[in-house]
């Protein structure tokens, strides 16, 4: 009989750590979780799902409008946020229920609560502290906002899913994918938007070209989007929230949101008090196994901050339990990782941005096509798409795909197992475009638009 109350426990039940927990219980482990909110994590709870349940909410506007070029006259139309929020909220219930399931089938114990380490084996729970043999921290990320004065007034990704009503006038803070989403969101159902970034472009890491592109579609679009802008305070008034901006000038809306990043979820965790190795940005430090520098304690998802996307986190939990418990070796390898933007228009890329090729790769080809998509040739909105190949001279290695446009998430994930795989601009060249699509155009593009190297 072992000495532990479990082989395995979990500390926090999000994506990562509800596949580790169900993988390792799989390969026979006693597994135990413990989670303080819902089951399920940031992406099903308040991340991913409810937020592109939102998208599609918000593009009905666009697509009501775009209809009378084909013909269809529409009559008024009328949207309730209360109806879409609770609409969303069955279906995060729905899923929660199925993650719940999910762990009572595979024979996993979840205890409700926070998890705190006491020491190198035992995880206080409540008023209750389990021993394990081995400890997965899985407890992702939170969202970051600046010290600044009036911040109690301003809300995260986190509240604005559960908002009573959608505001009239918002301020969207930030300039990364949340804050772009969620400004494409509140401007399609009917807000005034206004973005504040303290940079010169969204989306800072992405391309140049993906960057340039999603920028001006987001003005486009109506949303008074604000570059090196930064917000001083933030004052509550009788008639909404007034913000002063560092350049002096004043803004009020009736609701501030801050998506100005996002940082591992360690406080109160006890990981700093048993000794663990940690990051100077608060990330514990993993190895490709994900073992930290405690050999029987491991962390996967967002709390070790290598790629803070959900399916990373399964892979890498996954990876774990079968290492560790499924007499695998299982490293985990992070790139070409494919990622998805779902502003409006989305994003879809993968591999290297043209800035990181030339640091990175060396002398490379870069093909780039940017057009009107068919679908607006009739409904004569101006909206680009934008298609970019990045090309290894030597190889002719594909190393980067970039496409902004309808439905460029669901073409850059078949896309990318043939970067993964290290498909040539050969290979590309002879495969048979579909006709007429937007994506054809990746397999078409016969001519560099510029070279470096």
Known sequence: MSQFDFDLFVIGAGSGGVRAARIAAAHGARVGICEESRVGGTCVIRGCVPKKLLVYASHYAEDLEDARGYGWDIGPASFSWSDLIRAKDIEIDRLNAVYLRLLSDSGVKLLDGRGTLVDEHHIQVGDETVSAAHILIATGGIPWAPDIPGIEHAITSNEAFHLEKLPERVAVVGGGFIACEFAGIFNGLGGKVTQLYRGDAVLRGFDADVRRVVGSELVK?????????????????????????????????????????????????????????????GRI???????????????????????????????????????VFGGMSRPVNHEYVPSAVF????????????????????????????????????????????????????????????????????????????????????????????????????VTMRNPARSHG
């Not at 002096?248 to 809306?253: A, I, M, N, R, T």
């Not at 304690?297 to 399916?311: E, F, H, K, Q």
């Not at 197992?417 to 054809?440: M, N, Q």
Request: hydrophobic share 40%; glycine share 8%.
């Open 221 to 281: 679009k109506g949303i008074d989007l604000r570059l090196e802008s930064e917000v001083a305070s933030i004052l509550k008034t009788d008639s909404g929230l007034e913000l002063t901006l560092r350049n002096g000038d004043k803004l009020e809306v009736d609701q501030v949101m801050y998506a100005t990043g996002r940082v591992p979820n360690v406080r109160g965790l006890g990981v700093r008090e048993i000794g663990l190795e940690m990051q100077a940005d």
């Open 343 to 442: 502003s409006q228009p989305p994003v879809g890329t993968v591999g290297y941005s043209e800035e990181d090729a030339i640091l990175h790769v060396g002398p490379i080809d870069v093909y780039l096509s940017e057009f009107t998509p068919m679908k607006h040739t009739l409904s004569g909105r101006d909206e680009k798409t934008l298609m970019k190949l990045i090309v290894e001279r030597e190889s002719q290695k594909v190393v980067g795909i970039h496409v902004v446009g309808m439905d460029a998430p669901e073409i850059v994930q078949g896309f990318a197992v043939a970067v993964k795989s290290g498909l040539t601009k050969e290979r590309f060249d002879c495969t048979i475009g579909i006709h007429p699509t937007a994506a054809e155009e990746l």
């Open 285 to 323: 430090a993993v190895d490709e196994f994900s073992q930290t520098s405690i050999d029987h304690i491991y962390a996967v998802g967002d709390v070790t901050s290598r790629v803070n996307l959900t399916p990373v986190a399964l892979y890498e939990g996954h990876s774990f339990a079968d290492t």
